[in-house]
């Protein structure tokens, strides 16, 4: 595909027309990428902001320490930016085009470059994706890198024999920053390990038995994530952060909900002396942040390291004793977080939040045309949905139906299958660690499995294709 331009030709000198030819044939197909990273960044500048980001960015910029409930390491990345100019919306321009990228490198395996951008950009602007992807914050941050690290293993597999040397490398830097993104990383970062692991490991295991060719990468993937999460811990250690204790955040929520079951406060006196009925009023499966701030508050985090340690002690005396009413709560709240028993869920953030920092919406009329298209899939007046787009579990089911016919057909077919997988594995860390139950938490589960299935129906579409090519052409 060309891109004749008028009179380009008495504009660029003739030894470099070859090369102009050669980038408008690359990038003419490519375009619907760079028109909704256009989109996303004129709509959204310089970002959503939640209370979350507004915190972040006070650390970044020097107006509080750094601390480890959210995404230190990223954080210091940030702050080493932030005197050369990356504000949020560079940051905001960054986590859309890796995005983009990420997504166009993982349906390049089904699609033609155009095809793919075509389904990238649409991806990208889909309702339940749209509203996340222009908030600022570790949970797109976690989406975007994960994304990314998946479509340059892609990159890397398509070279037939020995994979690409430097796909490989970025999706490993890819994969670290994924990992620091969120606490609750790791079984989604370890599926992209393990995929490596296949990928180097696969022909060189050709013969052996079935249990170490499938034992073999699987353990190796498995070690290498632990180890370099062992490492970024203590390397958050190292570099003096200031802890805030984040596993709080699990014990209150647990605790709350065991002391609604039980109609009598658990919590250690150290934390809360009341009675049940203020735990009653202000947490529920869905949240305990009424429970920790705001006016009604019975009391506020983050608790000291003694406290922290009383709550554990608390936690773990009731889950010993009780083991199945853990696993019926969280089994409960892990319904709810992937919308199969919740009502409606709450699925974009709106804007800005009011902060002294003096950030506000840049392009007002472009971000009110994206906020009016998002208002047309949630109930009036609000911010919530109740619509199938926004079910996490269909997803899910989409992604586990991907990864089985993906994973199957070997190579990058069977990369993308893992991209699918990772969706499932990310759930292990909600069931197991609950805080709350928001859309926001899923958003890495709609996207992979958004992706996945749009992979596995044009490589099935492509088969079908070619098989009937291939009987027509077939003699008599």
Aim: glycine content about 8%.
């Amino acid at each position: 595909m060309t891109i004749e331009i008028k009179g380009a030709e008495n504009m660029i000198p003739r030894p470099l027309r070859p090369r102009f030819d050669a980038l408008l044939g690359w990038l003419a197909p490519r375009l619907p990428l760079l028109l909704a990273l256009a989109v996303v960044a004129v709509g959204f500048w310089p970002g959503h902001m939640n209370a979350d980001t507004l915190v972040q960015i006070s650390q970044v910029r020097g107006d509080a320490p750094i601390n480890d409930q959210h995404t230190p390491i990223l954080l210091f990345l940030w702050k080493l930016g932030w005197p050369l100019g990356v504000r949020p919306g560079v940051l905001l321009l960054i986590q859309a085009a890796v995005f983009l990228i990420g997504s166009y490198l993982v349906l390049r395996v089904a699609l033609r470059p155009l095809g793919a951008s075509i389904a990238a950009a649409l991806v990208a602007l889909s309702p339940p994706v749209l509203g996340q992807l222009g908030l600022l914050g570790r949970d797109t941050w976690f989406v975007c890198l994960l994304v990314l690290t998946f479509g340059l293993i892609a990159l890397a597999a398509r070279r037939p024999g020995r994979p690409a040397t430097w796909p490989l490398v970025l999706a490993a830097v890819a994969a670290f920053l994924c990992l620091a993104a969120r606490q609750n990383a790791a079984p989604a970062v370890a599926i992209a390990v393990i995929a490596v692991a296949f990928l180097l490991w696969g022909p060189r295991l050709d013969g052996r038995r079935r249990l170490v060719r499938l034992g073999a990468p699987i353990v190796a993937g498995l070690a290498l994530t632990i180890v370099v999460l062992g490492a970024q811990v203590a390397a958050v250690r190292v570099a003096g952060t200031f802890t805030v204790h984040p596993t709080q955040g699990v014990y209150i929520y647990d605790l709350a909900a065991f002391s609604r079951r039980e109609d009598r406060s658990l919590f250690p006196d150290s934390v809360y002396a009341g009675g049940v009925g203020a735990i009653e009023s202000t947490s529920s499966l869905d949240n305990i942040i009424p429970m920790v701030a705001g006016p009604n508050a019975i009391f506020h985090t983050p608790l000291s390291g003694e406290q922290t340690a009383d709550l554990g002690d608390a936690w773990l005396d009731y889950v010993f004793d009780h083991p199945f009413d853990w696993l019926d709560v969280h089994w409960d709240a892990w319904l709810r977080q992937i919308g199969l028993t919740a009502g409606e869920l709450v699925v974009y953030h709106p804007g800005i939040d009011p902060n002294p920092f003096g950030y506000e919406i840049a392009f007002t009329d472009s971000n009110r045309t994206l906020v009016d298209y998002l208002k047309l899939f949630v109930s009036d007046g609000s911010l919530d949905s109740g619509l199938f787009i926004y079910r996490p579990f269909i997803y899910l089911l989409l992604a586990a139906a991907a990864a089985w016919w993906l994973l199957r057909r070997g190579r990058e077919a069977a990369i993308v299958g893992a991209l699918a997988l990772a969706g499932l594995a990310y759930q292990v860390g909600f069931f197991l660690a609950t805080v709350a139950t928001q859309y926001r938490f899923e958003f890495p589960a709609v996207v992979l499995g958004m992706l996945a299935t749009v992979a596995a129906v044009a490589l099935a579409i492509r088969a079908r294709v070619e098989r009937h090519r291939a009987s027509a052409a077939a003699p008599g």
